[in-house]
């Protein structure tokens, strides 16, 4: 299974753009990659899932270099309920989702 | 609404009792999970089952046990022999169609004294 490297923290003012990288260098070819949002003592909700390129949803933008060993999550204009903590996830349709610590945003006032 | 239910929202139990954890899903989804998450920490999978009557162990299965009888519930045994048990349990789900991703309940605080 893939493993992922992110930020253990960030910090982020109210209003600005956020951007998370994270680090996939032994990315499988049937791999995706996936961001998961978590609050405190709720289940992770999914954000976004890429395969290449750029793909962008209602709250998220993800970009995917070409040779996809990294990727990053773009969160536009954050607001201080986006505080929480970001996985970076890569994996198929039939193996399990890995987790590791994720990244925790802290949004500002 | 559809949807992932895991009861209780919060569980006491004595140490040296197995405590079974309930997750039901009417997503029709195949495949189903649980996770274990630690103050602090990532989730770490416990047991998976991607079809009814078959399940394979996580990374930390020791101490714990599943079953797979129906396709809707996929319940969690936390057996006396698991040494930490205190802990916030996820469980999870993934269809198979387009859209593939995790949904996840809303877990379970089980604290053991």
């Known amino acids: 299974l893939a493993k992922t490297t992110q930020p253990i923290s960030m910090d982020s003012y109210e209003g600005q753009e956020v951007n998370i990288t994270c680090s996939h260098n032994n990315i499988a070819t049937n791999d995706y990659i996936t961001w998961y949002q978590q609050f405190p003592s709720q289940g992770p909700r999914f954000i976004i899932q890429?395969?290449?390129t750029k793909v962008t949803n209602e709250v998220a933008s993800l970009f995917i270099p070409a040779d996809r060993k990294s990727s990053t999550l773009s969160l536009p204009r954050v607001s201080l309920s986006d505080t929480a903590v970001y996985y970076c996830?890569?994996?198929?349709?039939?193996?399990?989702?890995?987790f590791g610590k994720g990244t925790r945003l802290s949004v500002i006032a | 609404d559809g949807g992932i239910t895991q009861s209780p929202k919060y569980l006491f139990r004595k140490e040296g009792q197995n405590v079974t954890l309930s997750c039901e899903q009417n997503?029709?989804?195949?495949?189903m999970y649980w996770y274990r998450q630690d103050p602090g920490q990532g989730l770490r999978l416990i047991y998976y089952s991607q079809i009814v009557n078959d399940f394979q162990k996580g990374d930390i299965a020791e101490g714990y046990s599943v079953s797979r009888e129906k396709k809707e519930s996929f319940p969690l045994t936390v057996t006396s022999a698991q040494k930490n048990p205190t802990a916030f349990y996820l469980c999870?789900?993934?269809?198979?169609?387009?859209?593939?991703?995790?949904?996840f309940g809303p877990g379970t605080r089980l604290t053991v004294t």
């Open positions: 997503l029709n989804h195949d495949a």
């Open positions: 996830l890569v994996g198929g349709r039939n193996t399990p989702l890995v």
């Open positions: 999870a789900s993934r269809g198979a169609g387009e859209r593939w991703e995790q949904y």
């Open positions: 890429g395969y290449k």
